[in-house]
């Protein structure tokens, strides 16, 4: 259930037999559909094939935590978590299953109607709809309150107007959450979420495919609304004035996702770098005979063995229904911070090497930086901690 690379037991909530044997499954499903050398082409295409998603629908992957009673294989957060956890061990985290499966799609089955989760769930969980959430927008990002997409109602649909940036399966998604004032008048109280089809959607357009510096095997994307017709049931829950509240509930888990993440490709990155110094020889030594590069690995052990030790409490916590904001907020920018640290010290123990894209830990660097950006920075992550002091 680990890479080994730590030396901690595994959490006894994780050892149930058929999570045990989902780890097992998704392990092979990830070797044998998005093996290193198909990432390698995905990553100079900038996106996943479309393929990737009904595949893994197919396999069961997606929606994997969804309620029975919605329709779901009855499983849980733990599921999710090790999807996250392998996809990290095995680089293969370009893959934005963890957004469609942890973020998007419980907001269907927390706060949609019966009619709603049975007009989309199934579709989501088979692949046939590939999930977004797009809050933020060209001029607004951390002051969530201040979007300026509108919803307006008119006769029996939306009319929605607007752009969002930096959008997460920006590209392949056709099922977006649009977070959107149905309220231009009000802050926080008049934003609702709003869920676009967007196959034949008229004045729904994708922007570039952004180049970032690192993730380019995920389809980040502007997305553009002129006029487009929305129909009243499609707001979820089919009330208005909620979306910040449901954002705000849903965030933890999404701060929590985040922190699995860094904690999973910070222990790739240490086995990676383990094997690299146990061969490479400098000064007619191996590098880890010297004595910094043992005290740099000690160090950067020691630093993911807590994180790890705390992110799986706060799993426990989570599992339990008592993972509170500020504790996932703790928990994003606290590990985040420390994978961008630690990767960044392996990176050197590399040399020269260490710095070619083609070296797995010059990925892992570059895919690190985001972390400590997006689902919230780190910095509203301390003004969310500050607020409990
Ligand atoms: C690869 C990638 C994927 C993303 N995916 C999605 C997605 O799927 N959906 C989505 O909606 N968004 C997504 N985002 C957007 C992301 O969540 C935002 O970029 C992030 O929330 C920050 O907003 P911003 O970029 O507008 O920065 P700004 O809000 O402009 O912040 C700029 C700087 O000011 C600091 N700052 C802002 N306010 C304060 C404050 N009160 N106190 C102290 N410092 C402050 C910030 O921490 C930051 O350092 C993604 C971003 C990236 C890069």
Not at 5 to 13: D, E, G, H, Q
Not at 154 to 163: A, F, I, R
């Amino acid at each position: 259930m680990s890479m080994n690379v730590l030396n901690l037991p595994t959490p006894s909530f994780m050892q149930d037999e058929d999570i045990v044997l989902f780890n097992d499954s998704v392990a092979k499903w990830i070797d044998d559909h998005a093996p290193p050398e198909k990432f390698a082409q995905w990553i100079a295409a900038s996106s996943v094939p479309r393929g990737l998603w009904n595949a893994a629908g197919d396999a069961g992957l997606l929606g994997v935590s969804m309620p029975e009673e919605d329709g779901g294989f009855g499983g849980d957060y733990r599921h999710e978590v090790v999807i996250m956890q392998q996809l990290g061990w095995k680089g293969a985290d370009h893959f934005g299953i963890s957004l469609h499966n942890a973020i998007v799609m419980p907001y269907i089955w927390h706060y949609g109607t019966e009619e709603q989760k049975a007009r989309w769930l199934p579709r989501l969980q088979s692949g046939e709809l590939v999930g977004a959430i797009a809050m933020t927008e060209p001029g607004v990002g951390s002051d969530l309150q201040g979007v300026k997409t509108t919803a307006i109602k008119k006769g029996d649909h939306y009319v929605l107007n607007g752009s969002k940036t930096f959008i997460t399966n920006g590209q392949l998604a056709n099922f977006i959450i649009v977070v959107a004032k149905t309220d231009p008048s009000e802050g926080s109280k008049g934003m609702s979420l709003i869920c676009l089809e967007t196959d034949g959607a008229e004045g729904f357009e994708r922007g570039r495919n952004l180049h970032k510096i690192g993730m380019e095997a995920n389809d980040t994307s502007e997305l553009f609304f002129n006029d487009v017709k929305v129909p009243l049931e499609n707001a979820i829950g089919g009330s208005e004035g909620q979306g910040f509240v449901q954002l705000m509930q849903q965030l933890p888990q999404e701060r929590l996702n985040i922190a699995i993440q860094g904690c999973a490709a910070a222990e790739r990155g240490l086995e990676a770098t383990l094997a690299y110094v146990k061969e490479r020889k400098a000064f007619g030594k191996r590098v880890i005979d010297f004595q910094n590069t043992q005290f740099k690995l000690a160090e950067i052990k020691t630093k993911l063995t807590v994180a790890r030790v705390f992110v799986n409490h706060c799993i426990e916590q989570h599992l339990q229904g008592k993972l509170d904001a500020a504790t996932a907020s703790m928990a994003k920018y606290w590990v985040t911070d420390i994978q961008g640290e630690t990767i960044d010290e392996m990176l050197q123990l590399f040399g020269g090497y260490g710095y070619m894209t083609e070296y797995p830990i010059a990925q892992l660097y570059k895919d690190a930086r985001v972390q400590r950006i997006y689902g919230g920075t780190n910095e509203i992550m301390k003004l969310l901690i500050a607020r409990t002091l």
